[in-house]
């Protein structure tokens, strides 16, 4: 295979280029990690927009959602006109997405900016990580990647304390309004040092595969979420999840039929591809619940400031940080299924240690169960990802990542959905009757309805009834903590499915090392498009 050179010019200043790249993604992951220490500010009907616990997960879920069903879009689309141009296109939507998203004046417009922020975070990550393979040698490649990688774990970190400390001195929309300047600093440095390229040969658009994924997966996702608002068993609920099941079926047939798929779902026949996969998945499912429920738990059952609840959340960052260059050695020990496995498992442990929480448990307790699944997952992910590029070929690696990062976010998006609808069931359950019980609100099942969807509602109705309302302070921390333990189940649940699927189908060191293709070249696209791709430059 041959390739286009790098343009000496373009050579000299590929560190700055890198640079430029990584903060372009470091405000994308910064927004939501940012976004977990805002949550009962926004929730909050005085001091923020009296959003309730599925306004919420839809204000997570919708950039989410909309960011994984246009990451095969945005990349075919780059191809096409360009990387830089587009990247550029991202940043710019991702902007005023954040500046919508400050202003905001009802859930409902939040929402609707929060998806706008995910379609263009959508043309961010992968188009980074495609300039990185044109302006860097391969020998360089693998060390560029790596500091890209570790903008995420940097960003986990920064952005609860960023969070924090903006929520302690101003409103809740400067936790968006913050990216306003990182994206103009990002986007004049885009202009002044990044290069352009583009694929004379892309793939052709699929008009029907994209559009029914997005579909199927976001019907899927409010249908849980309307089940944990009016009961697992409604035929409301019941319907709208099965829709949006036929809808993925339907979207799995047309992806089988079509010659230029968004989705090769063919490549899921290779067991050790569909195991890596969803490791990753199940790994970003419990990690996501944990950090809806955790931001709760530490700001409305333990009455934590914003920023002490982002100070809280480093350990889980900082294992990461410390530990994922270290798995690549463990791996070459021991192979991937083991690796994998042990992280999980780890994983799986940390978690099920939050059935021992309770409202007055000692910090050290959560500092130590953070840190220990920040080790999992640095030990899960590195491993997966590796297995997931080996488990495809070579001219075939660009697709095995973009699928990947798509269901490392729908599982992320169903972690938010799946276990905050049981957190929402459940305390509803344990505050109906007791809300029933207060005069006040006796024979109104509207009120205690709404008082009983979160914590923080119920904590808003004692705050605006005084003294007398007291009463009801003990039996909401009860019944939030009973509800995160019904939730850390589901969390379990899955990490235990992941230790499974690592030990059953990821390959082991010696299968690996007989079958693993060349991917050195992680990010390449098919080789007939290669051999002709043109380097432009930008100056």
């Not at 191809?79 to 998203?101: E, H, N, P, Q």
């Not at 302690?168 to 004049?188: D, K, M, R, T, Y």
């Not at 990044?194 to 249908?223: C, H, Q």
């Amino acid at each position: 295979m041959t390739t286009t050179a790098i343009d000496p010019s373009v050579h000299k200043r590929r560190w700055l280029i890198l640079g430029v790249l990584v903060l372009s993604l470091l405000v994308v992951v910064l927004d939501s990690s940012i976004l977990n220490v805002a949550l009962k500010t926004i929730a909050d009907p005085v001091r923020g927009l009296g959003a309730s616990e599925t306004d919420l997960e839809w204000a997570t879920n919708a950039y989410t959602l909309a960011f994984a069903g246009l990451l095969f879009t945005w990349g075919v689309l780059g191809d096409r006109i360009g990387r830089k141009k587009l990247l550029l296109i991202g940043m710019t939507v991702f902007g005023l997405g954040s500046l919508a998203s400050a202003y905001a004046q009802t859930p409902g417009d939040l929402i609707i900016a929060r998806i706008v922020m995910g379609v263009g975070g959508a043309a961010v990550m992968p188009t980074t990580l495609a300039i990185i393979s044109n302006v860097f040698e391969p020998k360089e490649r693998p060390k560029a990647i790596g500091i890209w990688s570790g903008a995420v774990g940097i960003a986990i970190a920064v952005g609860p304390i960023t969070g924090g400390v903006l929520l302690q001195h101003f409103w809740w929309g400067s936790v968006f309004l913050v990216n306003i300047p990182i994206v103009l600093l990002a986007v004049a440095l885009m202009l002044l040092l990044v290069p352009d390229s583009k694929n004379p040969a892309p793939g052709r658009f699929d008009p029907v595969g994209v559009p029914l994924s997005i579909a199927g997966i976001t019907a899927f996702v409010y249908g849980i979420i309307r089940a944990g608002d009016i009961g697992w068993l409604r035929p409301e609920a019941l319907g709208i999840i099965a829709a949006g099941v036929l809808l993925l079926i339907l979207f799995v047939l047309w992806e089988r039929r079509t010659d230029h798929p968004a989705l090769n779902v063919k490549l899921f026949r290779h067991k050790s591809f569909s195991a890596a996969v969803s490791v990753v998945g199940l790994v970003f499912l419990a990690l996501m619940g944990l950090t809806f429920f955790l931001s709760f738990y530490m700001q409305a059952v333990r009455g934590f400031s914003p920023l002490k609840c982002g100070l809280l959340l480093i350990p889980l960052a900082a294992a990461q940080l410390i530990f994922s260059s270290r798995s690549a050695a463990l791996v070459q020990r021991l192979g991937h299924k083991t690796v994998t496995a042990t992280g999980m498992a780890l994983v799986t442990l940390a978690l099920g240690s939050y059935f021992l929480v309770d409202a007055t448990t000692p910090i050290w307790h959560l500092e130590i169960a953070l840190f220990a699944m920040g080790t999992g997952m640095a030990n899960v992910m590195p491993p997966a990802t590796a297995a997931v590029m080996a488990s495809v070929p070579r001219e075939k690696a660009g697709e095995g990542s973009a699928i990947s990062n798509t269901v490392r976010q729908v599982g992320g998006a169903l972690g938010v959905a799946v276990l905050g609808s049981i957190l929402t069931s459940a305390y509803r359950g344990r505050m109906t009757p007791i809300l029933d019980a207060v005069p006040a609100l006796h024979s109104n099942p509207a009120t205690v309805k709404t008082l009983s969807g979160s914590i923080t509602a119920t904590q808003a109705f004692v705050e605006k009834a005084g003294p007398r309302a007291d009463a009801l302070v003990g039996p909401s921390n009860d019944a939030f903590v009973h509800a995160m333990h019904l939730a850390v189940a589901g969390s379990v649940a899955a990490g235990a499915l992941g230790v499974l699927i690592a030990l059953l189908w990821l390959p082991g060191r010696n299968a690996l090392s007989r079958s693993e293709p060349d991917t050195t070249d992680v990010t390449a696209a098919p080789t007939a498009a290669r051999t002709d791709e043109r380097v432009l430059l930008a100056d």
